[in-house]
């Protein structure tokens, strides 16, 4: 005989079946905190540590990477950061995936138009083919004069959307690439 249960008597009866099993643990004095602290410790003992940015918004929280021999071994939020103070959400601890992820691209992939298969290709041919493209599409978009003879001088065929972990210094020099092309719609992750 099937018995009917609801979602919610379910989740009712596991959380009271997880609190209770926990309960017991700590009952019996079982504190795994040391344990996990220690294994943290042994994670980074001899690692060098580089402040840096977490890439995913445009909060621009501070990480801390802790590099042992050439490899990244773990990614946390910097204590002394004044924007963060240690803390990350869960996209800013889960920057360490970025890194260590099997499924992570470490080749440049190709398609071609209309094509349905990915290729590698060389990393200067990429290159060299986004900078033909870019080249094509403003030549054949460039505007320098509109009907009532204002002169503009920029193309709208093209769309920039800079990263929010870059610093002024590039982004000074993204905008002048930008508008030295001619392209208006500039965007920054740091305002969607």
Known sequence: MAVAVSRRQFLKVGGAAAGTAAGALLGLGVDLRPKQVRAQQLRIKDAQVYPSVCPYCAVGCG???????????NIEGNPKSPINKGNLCPKGAATYQLHVNPNRLTKVLYRKPYGTQWEVVDLD??????????????DETFVETLPNGKRVMHTTAIYSLGGATIDNEWNHIHQKLMRGLGIVRIENQARI
């Open 63 to 73: 990480t801390l990477v802790h590099v042992v021999n050439g490899q990244i071994v």
């Open 125 to 138: 041919w990429a290159m060299d083919r986004v900078a033909e493209l870019v080249k094509k599409t403003r």
